[in-house]
């Protein structure tokens, strides 16, 4: 950042130089508000420059979010062998039967 410093403090002096040297042959010419309008942003580019590179940058980090998935609650369903007795139709003959009974 140093050297970017340097490097347009000499660009912007030899510019305000060169600007000096063109009033030879075209008559005698004020150049004193142009000289002081290039000195005067000269100025303002080299502040700006150095006020940017002094600056700090802090960078947070976003934090972190842990979600635990949803804990879905089923009703539960109590599933049990009984004994059942069972008639038939046609006969009429009563049985046992284990069946698997729901509560």
Request: proline share 7%; charged share 10%.
């Amino acid at each position: 950042m140093k050297k970017l410093i340097v490097i347009a403090a000499l660009l912007l002096s030899t510019s305000v130089m060169a600007q000096h040297g063109h009033h030879g042959h075209h008559g005698h010419r004020n150049h004193g508000d142009r000289d002081l309008a290039g000195i005067v942003i000269g100025s303002i580019v080299l502040g700006t420059i150095i006020s940017n590179s002094q600056r700090q940058v802090i960078v947070q980090q976003p934090p972190i979010i842990v979600q635990q998935p949803p804990i879905y609650n089923f009703p539960t369903r109590n599933v049990y062998p009984c004994l059942v007795q069972v008639q038939d139709p046609y006969s009429g003959v009563i049985r046992n039967e284990v069946l698997n009974c729901v509560n």
